[in-house]
């Protein structure tokens, strides 16, 4: 089955550690997105990438970093340089960035600082 | 600049009947989308239904219709014959084509609850 997968589901990170949150997806779409939410808030957009090797800053994108290094992987690096990383983070793709292009969404990953 | 507003956080439906989820929208471009989207209590995002700029019909997907009205900035969810498992958060996004080509913007979220 096409889909995206997130990886893990459950993170915890020591205050001052880096960590690499995992996006995957096989629907061959190009446009990949990463979002932050918070408890009973919206997605805000962290980064995103509509061409391999090529990614864009979204609303919040400090203390946070990317590559896109193949087309079906989308990797989100949280660095100790975000001062409130404890949140729901949701990765998202499209087929094309034409606006009926729905997004597809992982089940997320929950990151929490100790 | 793109901007989503949902005046809800939250509503309650008893079962069976239909409820309204209110959301208003701002953008510069001409040509637009716009989606709403289910989120249960284990976070996944479920695709609902999509509404285009330009679309003369309001858009239907079962028992979800989408009241657009484009003058008024609006697009409103409507759920018919409410189910328990229709308890969750609802997010209004909308997806510009030209100035925003590609970057969704989420409104806040309303959390409906389906009462027995």
């Known amino acids: 089955d096409g889909g995206i997968t997130q990886s893990p589901k459950y993170l915890f990170r020591k205050e001052g550690q880096n960590v690499t949150l995992s996006c995957e997806q096989n629907l061959n779409h190009d446009a990949m997105y990463w979002y932050r939410q918070d408890p009973g808030q919206g997605l805000r957009l962290i980064y995103y990438?509509?061409?391999?090797?090529?990614?864009q800053k979204g609303d919040i994108a400090e203390g946070y970093s990317v590559s896109r290094e193949k087309k079906e992987s989308f990797p989100l690096t949280v660095t100790s340089a975000q001062k409130n990383p404890t949140a729901f983070y949701l990765c998202?793709?499209?087929?094309?960035?034409?606006?009926?292009?729905?997004?597809?969404f992982g089940p997320g990953t929950r990151l929490t600082v100790l | 600049a793109q901007k989503i507003t949902q005046t809800q956080p939250g509503m309650f439906v008893q079962e069976k009947e239909a409820v309204t989820l209110d959301c208003t929208y701002d953008?510069?471009?001409?040509?637009?989308?716009l989606f709403w989207y289910k989120q249960p209590s284990s976070g996944e995002m479920i695709f609902l239904i999509y509404?285009?700029?330009?679309?003369?019909q309001n858009a239907t997907e079962g028992r979800y219709s989408l009241n657009f009205q484009k003058a008024r900035k609006s697009a409103n969810l409507v759920i018919s014959a409410s189910q328990l498992g229709d308890s969750a958060m609802y997010f209004c996004?909308?997806?510009?084509?030209?100035?925003?080509?590609?970057?969704?913007?989420f409104g806040d979220g309303t959390t409906l609850t389906v009462k027995p």
């Open positions: 509404q285009g700029s330009y679309d003369q």
């Open positions: 990438s509509q061409i391999v090797n090529d990614f």
């Open positions: 998202a793709s499209t087929a094309g960035t034409t606006s009926q292009n729905e997004q597809f």
């Open positions: 996004a909308m997806r510009g084509f030209n100035t925003n080509a590609g970057k969704s913007t």
């Open positions: 953008t510069s471009d001409p040509s637009y989308g």
